[in-house]
């Protein structure tokens, strides 16, 4: 079953080159993992510096491997650097009722 994955980080300022370039790492080394289907990332229009990723993958299991992964762990050590607050994660099942 799909699930989405919304990661959530606010960005210090000043650092919008390194932090966009850590974020294009990011995707590519998700995009070549198994069970990746897409990935979208999202600007607050009041706040530009506040970014939601949304991952969409074939499972939960897929993700959970992703996201323990030491390349991963890699870059969101670099991330943190950038960041005010720790990142934020929520996932959802696609298709899912109540």
Do not use: C
Not at 27 to 38: D, E, I, L, Q
Not at 41 to 62: A, H, Q, R, Y
Not at 70 to 88: D, N, V
């Amino acid at each position: 079953m799909l699930v989405k994955i919304l990661i959530k980080r606010q960005f210090k300022e000043g650092k919008t080159k390194e932090i966009n370039a850590l974020l294009t790492e990011f995707r590519a080394g998700a995009m070549n993992r198994p069970g990746y289907v897409s990935g979208e990332t999202l600007l607050d229009p009041e706040d530009p510096n506040k970014v939601l990723v949304i991952g969409t993958w074939e499972n939960m299991e897929s993700w959970l491997n992703w996201k323990n992964d030491s390349a991963r762990k890699k870059f969101e050590a670099m991330l943190e650097i950038y960041q005010h607050g720790p990142t934020e994660y929520e996932a959802y099942l696609l298709g899912k009722t109540l």
